[in-house]
């Protein structure tokens, strides 16, 4: 079942052409049937060849909610982005420091069970 429904997914996300911003600056995409999805959970779910679970969030590792190319995506627990954003906002508020995009990249994976769409070439990461 759940096989069908990402076979719909895969479908909608080729055949809708339109997208637009809602007031969290998230990209959704108006759907030619069915209903309007954010297209950061449709892309990850696209790269990955499975739907999301329940749980999984898709986090934008430059914090900029509107970039849903896929380098810049990464799968993880809830729970887990929660904690990355409050470290991450510790680190910034309270050091100043704010890491790399290949830093948070290697540490997303390595320390906060994140899953990249892409590797460091662009290739899929399977
Ligand atoms: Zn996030």
């Not at 030619?32 to 898709?58: M, N, P, W």
Request: charged share 35%; aromatic share 12%.
């Amino acid at each position: 079942m759940r096989e069908i429904f990402f076979i719909f997914k895969v479908l909608n996300f080729w055949i809708s052409d339109r997208t637009y911003k809602n007031e969290g600056g998230y990209v959704l995409v108006r759907r030619f049937f069915g209903y309007d999805t954010f297209e950061h959970r449709d892309v990850a779910s696209l790269y990955l060849g499975r739907l999301l679970v329940k749980g999984e969030v898709v986090h934008h590792i430059n914090h900029k909610r509107d970039d849903n190319r896929p380098e810049n995506l990464c799968v993880m627990d809830s729970e887990l982005h929660e904690d990355w954003h409050r470290d991450m906002d510790y680190l910034a508020a309270d050091k100043g420091i704010y890491l790399k995009i290949k830093t948070r990249r290697k540490r997303l994976v390595e320390q906060y069970g994140g899953i990249l769409l892409v590797d460091e070439n662009n290739r899929i990461n399977l």
